[in-house]
T-cell receptor, first 116, second 111 residues
C-alpha cells in the first residue's frame, strides 16, 4: 500500500449522516478510482478521476459524489448515508489510462464503513 | 457492459499441485486482461497482465492464458504453496480508463 493511504480505515455512522472518505497518494499518478467491495458483487467502480477537477461516474455512482482539487487527494462523499452503503471502500491509482497503455491499479488498504 | 464470471466456490488443492483458476467474460474481447491477488483485510495486488494478441504470459510460478475465441482466461499457479492461499481476481479493461472486476475465486492450499 506504499504511496496510497485511505482514511479513515474504519467508520461507523448512522443513517442520514454525511460521510467523507479520503484517498491520498504520493505517486503523482493521474488517475484515481473509488471502488466498493461487497460479498457476491466483487469490486464495483463508483467514480474515477482522470485529472484535477476531472471526474466521471462509474457503475454504482448513485448516492456518491467525489472531488479532486489536488493531484494527490481524491475524496468520496456520501451526502446522506444509507444502510445499503455499508461496504468496504477501496481507492486505487493508476499512471496510465491511454488505449495504448494498460491500466494497472495500485490499491489502498480499504476503508470499512458501517451505516447503522 | 462487460460481465465477468469466476468460480465462486473455493478451490482446495494440496501443496505442490498446480492450481488453475478460470475467468470467463461475456461481451467483447478486451484489449487486455489482468489478474490480482487479494488477501483478507487488504487491497488487491496486481500480478499479471496479458494483451489480446498474446496467448500466454509467465511470471515465476504464475502463468496466464487468454483465449479470445472462448472468451476465457486461465490462471495457473504451479508448485503451489500454502502462502498462495488468497482470493484471485480477474479484471478486464472497459474503455480507456476503467477496469471491471470479477467476484474472485478463493484458493486454499493445504500442506
Amino acid at each position: 500500500d506504499a504511496g496510497i493511504t485511505q482514511s479513515p480505515r474504519h467508520k461507523v455512522t448512522e443513517t442520514g449522516t454525511p460521510v467523507t472518505l479520503r484517498c491520498h497518494q504520493t505517486e503523482n499518478h493521474r488517475y484515481m478510482y473509488w471502488y466498493r467491495q461487497d460479498p457476491g458483487h466483487g469490486l464495483r467502480l463508483i467514480h474515477y478521476s482522470y485529472g484535477v477537477k476531472d471526474t466521471d461516474k462509474g457503475e454504482v455512482s448513485d448516492g456518491y459524489s467525489v472531488s479532486r482539487s489536488k493531484t494527490e487527494d481524491f475524496l468520496l462523499t456520501l451526502e446522506s448515508a444509507t444502510s445499503s452503503q455499508t461496504s468496504v471502500y477501496f481507492c486505487a491509482i493508476s499512471e496510465s489510462g491511454s488505449i495504448s497503455g494498460a491500466n494497472v491499479l495500485t490499491f489502498g488498504a480499504g476503508s470499512r464503513l458501517t451505516v447503522l | 457492459s462487460q460481465k465477468i464470471e469466476q468460480n465462486s466456490e473455493a478451490l482446495n488443492i494440496q501443496e505442490g499441485k498446480t492450481a488453475t483458476l478460470t475467468c470467463n467474460y461475456t461481451n467483447y474481447s478486451p484489449a487486455y486482461l489482468q489478474w490480482y491477488r487479494q488477501d483478507p483485510g487488504r487491497g488487491p495486488v496486481f500480478l499479471l497482465l496479458i494483451r489480446e494478441n498474446e496467448k500466454e504470459k509467465r511470471k515465476e510460478r504464475l502463468k496466464v492464458t487468454f483465449d479470445t475465441t472462448l472468451k476465457q482466461s486461465l490462471f495457473h499457479i504451479t508448485a503451489s504453496q500454502p502462502a498462495d492461499s488468497a482470493t484471485y481476481l480477474c479484471a478486464l479493461a472497459e474503455g480507456f480508463q476503467k477496469l471491471v472486476f470479477g467476484t474472485g475465486t478463493r484458493l486454499l492450499v493445504s500442506p
